[in-house]
């Protein structure tokens, strides 16, 4: 495959360079970039809080070699289930089952069932590329655009023997180009969707407490504009 | 109109036998709570058709149940409606489990109403399936006597009448020509016991008490025919076949073929009017084997698109393990495009509003990733009841129309309250839990816990400390299905490294169920 073949656009991809994402990760995540790759550690609800923005507009999703996705959680935050194919098993041929899905498919979330070799990245993320579609990876990924961590998680809801699960705090990273920016968020919140938890929301539940920030981020990276806005 | 000779080929019991019980056993088949059919085993017990559940159930306890299943009735049946057809080629499946034949030809070819008889009946029992045989003037006595004796018999030409006299007139319902069955409870109130008093009736009279369907139930007791039979025409191949000598390595030419096959498969069907619902491609190759997949086409699919299933199809056999059963060696010796369920092409109308379509390319992609890792692999979720988080999304395979058999809508009190987990294991990971002793926690039958939760390892890992936990939550599901039942207490446990845990604890096993992670 040429460079030039890289460069450009096959025909038919839509031309909106952006997908949309949830309105409470703009802070982290403007938009998808049409043709990059997103990697995500940490946790099963981020891979699908991402694709929740894209899928609630129209894009197809399609959820590689996860079989434990919980779709009921992954449609309250907002992916449509009527415009999500699941591939639970590819085994070996996650390579090409991803290659396939890669186009026709706007997002595509992979967990890759092996550690994948550098050939398969430079081919799949250039694949990505030049369908305009946007490849989700859970897991680490030469080069990815864009790195997403939960650095940390505190959940809501649960006494000493009474009370229920009802929201969880996260603390999010994206690590790519220029400064980390790291953001809060209710992921989920008691409704199972995904909402803005700035400063003003910690004040008012005082009983949170927060726990297990790593030392190497800088927790204030974007914060003070996003409790601003 | 006197009746032609007619040979009906009758397997007892179909709705059981095609669920695959087995007829020692006692087994039935319930449709709206009431026995639809049952084993021979059962019906020594007192079970009935008609029956209601409970009551069978009360006199056969044992009785393993199991759902109606018309299209697999139909589907199993076609087995043996293809032997029959192998005898004489005008067969009509009046319903699952009892098909009829014009009699008159083959018996003349074959050299006899009895050989003939006999020879359809062995070749149907030695495809495994019981069978009886009769022969005589109209399905309807047909019908009776295959199920007189033990294996039917054939009543002598004209003999019809004096043959069906005898019967109760119960027996009307066998034809289920008849829309309402009162007429029998009305006739055996009237005092007419047999279908010999009910035949002695004069016709006209019958008509205007009783009506159209008084009148066919009063031409069946006389032995004469309501109709002819509706016979399936022959089934005219329409398979397009190619011979490829000598044979083909590559995939490349082989799809040319396809194509060209295609468009002659297509000209036939359309030639004729027809459509056909799936199309199946069969690939034979060097070493005598052959394989063969079932497309849906629907009328759809264009001849390109038929060749690019058949590229897709080589493309994941030769890719397929050198070991496995399935991969393709050698070259291609022929390829044959048939299709399967020809229906009448009547078009194909959208829907004006609220039809969802599906993205060509999608579908496509869909599609074609089957063709790489089998139909179940790719699927698509539908939301189904249940309390459990694994219970409430099926996956079903793309392209299969599934209704859930439980609804989403509920009520389902009991049900884990939202948010929903991200992480929802196919099957429960086994997990430990222990108190600040280092004892199991156990949940007693009265739902009491041993001693609060501190510690929990899953699957044999590193023990995370527990922070929050709440619980029991009892279930107690299925209770009356022993294969189904379901006794356990489900937990909601945080642990120090941010997670939170769906636990289910079953007999003293406890599992994660999911992860709120």
Sequence with gaps: MSAFALRTPVEGAPQADTLAVLPALQSLVPGLRRGQVVSVDGGGS?????AAGASAEGA??????????????????????????????????????????LGPVEVVLLRPSARPSVVEVRRLTAHARRHGAVLVVAGAWQGAYLRLRVASSLWTGLGDGHGHLRGRRVQVVAEGKGRPRAAWLWLPDPDGKVASAGLAAVEAGAEVVETGVEPGVEPGGELPAEVAG | MSSARTLVAWCPDWPVVAVGADAATPAAVVSGGRITACTAAARESGVRRGQRLRDAQRRCPVLSVHAEDPEGEARCFEQV??????????????????????????????????????????????????????????????????????AGVVVPVGEAARFLAPYPVSVLDVA??????????????????????????????????????????????????????????????????????????????????AKSLADELHANLA??????????????????????????????????????????????????????????VGGVVSLRLSPDQVVVDSGRQLALWGQATVDDRVERVATRLQAMLGHAAVTVPMFAGGRGPGEQVLRVPWGDRLEPRLSAAGPWPGRVPLPAPAVVHPSPVPAAVTDAAGQPVTVSGRCEVSSPPCRLSVDGGPALVVTGWTGPWPTLEHWWDA?????????????????GWLLVVDRGRWRVEAVHD
Aim: aromatic letters at 6%; a neutral charge.
């Design chain 1, 60 to 101: 197809w999703c399609a959820v590689v070699g996860m079989p434990e996705c919980g779709v009921l959680a992954a449609s309250n935050m907002g992916v449509d289930p009527g415009r999500l194919l699941l591939v639970d098993e590819p085994g070996g041929r996650w390579p090409e089952v991803v290659a396939t899905l």
């Design chain 2, 81 to 150: 409606a293809a032997v029959v057809e192998s005898f004489c080629p005008r067969v009509e499946v009046v319903r699952p489990g009892l098909c009829a034949v014009p009699a008159r030809g083959p018996a003349r070819y074959f050299g006899g109403e009895q050989v003939l008889a006999d020879l359809i009946r062995e070749a149907v029992v030695l495809r495994g399936f019981e069978c009886a045989v009769g022969v005589a003037d109209g399905v309807f006595a047909a019908a009776l006597a295959a199920r007189k004796g033990p």
């Design chain 2, 483 to 499: 294969g189904l039942a379901r006794r356990a207490a489900r937990f909601q446990v945080t642990t120090d490294d941010g997670r």
């Design chain 1, 46 to 50: 981020l891979p699908l809080a991402l």
């Design chain 2, 176 to 257: 289920r020509t008849l829309p309402d069955l009162d007429l029998v409870g009305l006739l055996g109130r009237l005092g007419i016991r047999t279908l010999g008093e009910f035949a002695a009736l004069p016709a006209g009279s019958v008509l205007t008490r009783f009506g159209v369907d008084g009148a066919v139930a009063h031409r069946l007791a006389s032995g004469l025919e309501p109709r002819p039979p509706a016979t399936r025409p022959p089934g005219e191949d329409l398979t397009a076949v190619m011979r490829l000598d000598p044979p083909v390595e590559q995939s490349e030419p082989v799809v040319f073929v």
């Design chain 2, 271 to 328: 030639a004729r009017g027809l459509a056909c619902v799936r199309v199946e491609v069969e690939v034979s190759t060097e070493d005598g084997r052959s394989r063969s997949r079932l497309w849906r086409h629907d009328g759809l699919l264009s001849s390109t698109a038929v060749a690019e299933r058949v590229r897709w199809q080589l493309d994941a056999w030769r890719t397929d393990a050198p070991g496995s059963p399935d991969a393709l």
